[in-house]
């Protein structure tokens, strides 16, 4: 799948955890996500797939929360969706609700998730 880094971001667009797999993204990215995601939101043009410079946005909004996958390279974008979904469901499994304040108080369990899904991520 090849995701360079995958940030977990509040409504506002801060960024509660976030993981960098390959090093090729930084923390600026989820700056310019929401932009680009504001934009969408003005012309009527949301997806859940955004691209700009280079760099490919592909997120998913839960709760209060959103999940976004980073990367630079032509990923499968659907397959990227899925996983996110399912994401999703493991942090349900293991915090009942996903929301913001359960990303925060389990914040430890959140990153060793994380760690755990880094062969998927990167195959």
Do not use: C, W
Not at 51 to 64: A, K, P, R
Not at 86 to 113: A, G, M, P
């Amino acid at each position: 799948m090849s995701v360079s880094a995958i940030f977990i971001l509040d409504v506002k667009g801060r960024v509660l955890i976030h993981r960098d797999y390959r090093g090729d993204v930084s923390t600026k990215f989820a700056d310019k996500f929401m932009s680009k995601l504001n934009e969408s939101e003005d012309s009527g043009k949301l997806s859940p797939i955004l691209h700009d410079d280079g760099v490919t946005y592909i997120y998913l909004q839960h709760s209060n929360v959103y999940l976004l996958a980073v990367t630079r390279q032509n990923v499968n974008a659907t397959a990227v969706v899925v996983f996110l979904h399912r994401l999703v469901d493991v942090f349900k499994h293991y915090f009942e609700e996903v929301e913001e304040e359960s990303i925060r108080d389990n914040f430890v369990t959140v990153y060793e998730l994380m760690d755990e899904v880094r062969a998927y991520v990167l195959t």
